[in-house]
């Protein structure tokens, strides 16, 4: 019978490994969903006929195991098959399999070799750690009263004997989740299994419930929908919360956050509007949206329903919402995002008449933000804002119903003891934002939302040009963007050094480790180099280069693809590997350097100094340097 397919694309991030990888959601009759690579080839041996067993039925219990169509042609009691009672263990709600090319070593033995080593123990009970969160904090499935097949059948999990990285997470015969992944994903058993385990969880409940519910289509008339990832990255971050802001999705939202929640560039990292739904209605909202999906509708739309909102107030909650994330202001990540604060990034130009206006691929779509740091005047200060609203402005998307363009925007302040104090929020196309600075304030921000006044969903389509924008320009009184410096015309460029003392865990398993923002030294750099700081971010690759300094103060060009630099014991550039201990990535749209480690290769105690310098040629043949210079402590 024909199939009926949404198609979405999936791309998973290492180090020192980068692919992409296509995959098909069958919707019908479904042999899986989520991000599992159909081809998947195998290190495995073929086994000789004389070593072939066979298990009697009666040596295992499968009163609890659903045989996939794609599997019922497969003796599962011979050993010489690919899947095999024999290479099997069970917990409660899981069966988990491994290759053939296993043979009859356990996968945690010495005798695998390293590659191939899994602890199918620890596998199993994260997996039951996984499944209890799905089940009684996030309300994926209702288990226990028969409206669920995790009643009747064990989730499947597939080992491959393969050294290619392997992650996915779907499930079969739209009956039971399942996953399929390399060894290399489960040492150790963390994140990356949780992602995947969310998947099966979100394959379930189409299973369940059938319908519409499950988001087996996809948003805007198109095929494709981000929200499995952005749910299944949040349902991970459950369990492994600080990840929500160390791994490396976290800098692709600071990047794209002015797009649509559902937009493709962000589909891994857009997970933040869980963390504002949940804190607002409880964590089990996100699994309500889920089963209580009705065809077409987005997330969006069926969060709107089910809160029995309006559009109106849609958008009020996308601006409170965004206040929020520019401090990271949900208990959930108070606490966690306290060193993020200010990772948003914003770009823009200069009018002749002193007005800002927000660059084009910085421009709020419909549900996308903009966070702009401000200079902090003095307490009591009255500042306002000018906004003007630029619809369909040269330079930017055209939108076909100019009429429902809308804004939201206001103040967010944060104060020296760490509370957050935000103004009122003002909307309209033509206004004026005002607010008075509170007494110890620390920092100050803008805050614009895409407010029209109808929704509509936002295709996967692989096209930023059709994409829906709401672009202003604004202009501040009695303030301006942060960092921003009044030069007399006397100034010269100036070489500089800053420094920085910096500490985090030590660890065996994870990269990152901090991120160094410049903050008040932005005013340093402006000063150094004789540009406004928005001048110095769009001179970054052009007038303005990164080195890394070697150790006898050479400077090293070479880059990695993430823009940074692996050191050495004795703080020299060298290559991922071996010999490498430290790195530092330079994000020049917000200047700030993500500092981390190679895992296991240092150990707590081990200090480090690094060093990378951003040299300006401010006119032909003359230059000057800042140096950044970064003493690491591992804890």
Same mark, same amino acid.
């Given at each position: 019978m024909p199939m009926l397919r949404s198609f979405m694309k999936y791309t998973f991030h290492h180090r020192s490994i980068s692919f992409l990888l296509s995959f098909t959601l069958i919707v019908a009759v479904a042999l899986l969903a989520g991000c599992r690579d159909n081809d998947v080839t195998s290190d495995t041996e073929p086994i000789p006929d004389d070593s072939v067993t066979t298990l009697e039925p009666s +040596?295992?219990?499968i009163s609890k195991i659903y045989i996939p169509v794609e599997l019922q042609s497969i003796n599962l009691y011979k050993s010489s098959s690919t899947w095999y009672y024999g290479r099997s263990k069970q917990s409660d709600h899981f069966i988990v399999f491994w290759g053939a090319g296993y043979k009859d070593k356990d996968p945690g033995s010495a005798e695998v070799p390293e590659t191939y080593r899994v602890n199918i123990d620890d596998l199993l009970a994260k997996a039951e750690s996984f499944y209890d969160l799905n089940i009684t904090k996030l309300k994926f499935a209702e288990v226990g009263t028969g409206k669920s097949n995790l009643d009747r059948y064990k989730m499947l999990i597939f080992v491959y004997y393969q050294s290619e990285w392997l992650a996915t997470g779907s499930g079969y015969d739209n009956k039971i989740g399942a996953l399929w992944v390399s060894p290399s994903t489960c040492k150790p058993v963390g994140s990356v299994i949780a992602h995947e385990i969310g998947h099966s969880f979100q394959y379930q409940v189409f299973c369940d419930l059938k319908g519409s519910s499950g988001f087996r289509y996809g948003f805007g008339g198109k095929g494709g929908n981000a929200f499995w990832e952005q749910t299944a990255q949040w349902q991970s971050y459950q369990s492994y919360p600080t990840q929500a802001f160390t791994d490396s999705d976290f800098g692709i939202y600071t990047e794209n956050? $002015?797009?649509?929640?559902?937009?493709?560039a962000q589909r891994y990292a857009s997970y933040f509007i869980h963390y504002y739904w949940a804190d607002k209605h409880g964590r089990d909202i996100i699994g309500r949206i889920w089963r209580e999906a009705k065809e077409p509708e987005d997330p969006l739309q069926a969060y709107m329903r089910i809160t029995n909102i309006t559009n109106a107030q849609f958008n009020e909650e996308?601006?409170? +919402? +965004?206040?929020?994330?520019?401090? *990271?202001?949900?208990? +959930?990540?108070?606490d966690i995002g306290a060193d993020y604060i200010g990772a948003h990034t914003f770009k823009y130009t200069t009018l002749e008449d002193g007005s800002y206006q927000v660059a084009y691929d910085r421009c709020p779509g419909t549900t996308g933000y903009n966070v702009i740091r401000l200079n902090v005047p003095a307490a009591g200060t009255s500042i306002s804002a000018g906004f003007t609203g630029l619809v369909n402005a040269p330079g930017f998307n055209h939108v076909e119903e100019a009429s429902r363009a809308g804004w939201r925007y206001g103040y967010v302040a944060l104060l020296k003891n760490g509370v957050r104090t935000y103004s009122e929020m003002y909307s309209g196309t033509n206004g004026t934002a005002t607010f008075t600075v509170p007494d110890n304030c620390s920092k100050l921000w803008f805050?614009?939302?895409?407010?029209? =006044?109808?929704? $509509?969903?936002?295709p996967w389509?692989?096209?930023?040009?059709n =994409?829906?924008? *709401?672009?202003?320009?604004?202009?501040?009184?009695?303030?301006?963007?942060?960092?921003? #410096?009044?030069?007399?015309?006397?100034?010269?460029?100036?070489? #500089?050094?800053?420094?920085? =003392?910096?500490?985090?865990?030590?660890s065996a398993t994870v990269y990152p480790g901090t991120t160094v923002t410049l903050d008040d030294d932005i005013i340093t750099l402006a000063k150094a180099f004789v540009l406004q700081p928005g001048e110095i971010t769009s001179s970054i690759g052009k007038s303005i280069k990164l080195y890394a300094v070697e150790s006898n103060g050479t400077l090293n060009a070479n880059t990695t693809a993430n823009n940074g630099h692996w050191f050495n014991t004795g703080g020299n550039v060298c290559a991922w590997g071996g010999e490498a201990r430290v790195f530092s990535e330079f994000n020049g749209t917000a200047l700030s350097f993500a500092i981390g480690q190679y895992p296991g290769q240092c150990a707590a105690g081990n200090k480090y100094t690094i060093k990378q310098a951003l040299v300006y040629e401010y006119e032909s043949g003359k230059t000057v340097q800042a140096t950044f210079v970064f003493n690491i402590t591992l804890l």
């Amino acid at each position: 019978m024909p199939m009926l397919r949404s198609f979405m694309k999936y791309t998973f991030h290492h180090r020192s490994i980068s692919f992409l990888l296509s995959f098909t959601l069958i919707v019908a009759v479904a042999l899986l969903a989520g991000c599992r690579d159909n081809d998947v080839t195998s290190d495995t041996e073929p086994i000789p006929d004389d070593s072939v067993t066979t298990l009697e039925p009666s +040596a295992v219990d499968i009163s609890k195991i659903y045989i996939p169509v794609e599997l019922q042609s497969i003796n599962l009691y011979k050993s010489s098959s690919t899947w095999y009672y024999g290479r099997s263990k069970q917990s409660d709600h899981f069966i988990v399999f491994w290759g053939a090319g296993y043979k009859d070593k356990d996968p945690g033995s010495a005798e695998v070799p390293e590659t191939y080593r899994v602890n199918i123990d620890d596998l199993l009970a994260k997996a039951e750690s996984f499944y209890d969160l799905n089940i009684t904090k996030l309300k994926f499935a209702e288990v226990g009263t028969g409206k669920s097949n995790l009643d009747r059948y064990k989730m499947l999990i597939f080992v491959y004997y393969q050294s290619e990285w392997l992650a996915t997470g779907s499930g079969y015969d739209n009956k039971i989740g399942a996953l399929w992944v390399s060894p290399s994903t489960c040492k150790p058993v963390g994140s990356v299994i949780a992602h995947e385990i969310g998947h099966s969880f979100q394959y379930q409940v189409f299973c369940d419930l059938k319908g519409s519910s499950g988001f087996r289509y996809g948003f805007g008339g198109k095929g494709g929908n981000a929200f499995w990832e952005q749910t299944a990255q949040w349902q991970s971050y459950q369990s492994y919360p600080t990840q929500a802001f160390t791994d490396s999705d976290f800098g692709i939202y600071t990047e794209n956050y $002015a797009r649509h929640i559902c937009h493709e560039a962000q589909r891994y990292a857009s997970y933040f509007i869980h963390y504002y739904w949940a804190d607002k209605h409880g964590r089990d909202i996100i699994g309500r949206i889920w089963r209580e999906a009705k065809e077409p509708e987005d997330p969006l739309q069926a969060y709107m329903r089910i809160t029995n909102i309006t559009n109106a107030q849609f958008n009020e909650e996308i601006y409170d +919402a +965004a206040t929020r994330f520019v401090t *990271w202001d949900l208990d +959930a990540i108070r606490d966690i995002g306290a060193d993020y604060i200010g990772a948003h990034t914003f770009k823009y130009t200069t009018l002749e008449d002193g007005s800002y206006q927000v660059a084009y691929d910085r421009c709020p779509g419909t549900t996308g933000y903009n966070v702009i740091r401000l200079n902090v005047p003095a307490a009591g200060t009255s500042i306002s804002a000018g906004f003007t609203g630029l619809v369909n402005a040269p330079g930017f998307n055209h939108v076909e119903e100019a009429s429902r363009a809308g804004w939201r925007y206001g103040y967010v302040a944060l104060l020296k003891n760490g509370v957050r104090t935000y103004s009122e929020m003002y909307s309209g196309t033509n206004g004026t934002a005002t607010f008075t600075v509170p007494d110890n304030c620390s920092k100050l921000w803008f805050v614009v939302t895409g407010a029209p =006044d109808t929704y $509509a969903p936002h295709p996967w389509d692989d096209d930023n040009s059709n =994409d829906e924008q *709401w672009p202003y320009k604004v202009k501040f009184t009695n303030t301006n963007l942060y960092g921003n #410096v009044t030069f007399d015309g006397t100034e010269t460029p100036q070489n #500089v050094t800053l420094t920085y =003392d910096i500490s985090f865990p030590f660890s065996a398993t994870v990269y990152p480790g901090t991120t160094v923002t410049l903050d008040d030294d932005i005013i340093t750099l402006a000063k150094a180099f004789v540009l406004q700081p928005g001048e110095i971010t769009s001179s970054i690759g052009k007038s303005i280069k990164l080195y890394a300094v070697e150790s006898n103060g050479t400077l090293n060009a070479n880059t990695t693809a993430n823009n940074g630099h692996w050191f050495n014991t004795g703080g020299n550039v060298c290559a991922w590997g071996g010999e490498a201990r430290v790195f530092s990535e330079f994000n020049g749209t917000a200047l700030s350097f993500a500092i981390g480690q190679y895992p296991g290769q240092c150990a707590a105690g081990n200090k480090y100094t690094i060093k990378q310098a951003l040299v300006y040629e401010y006119e032909s043949g003359k230059t000057v340097q800042a140096t950044f210079v970064f003493n690491i402590t591992l804890l």
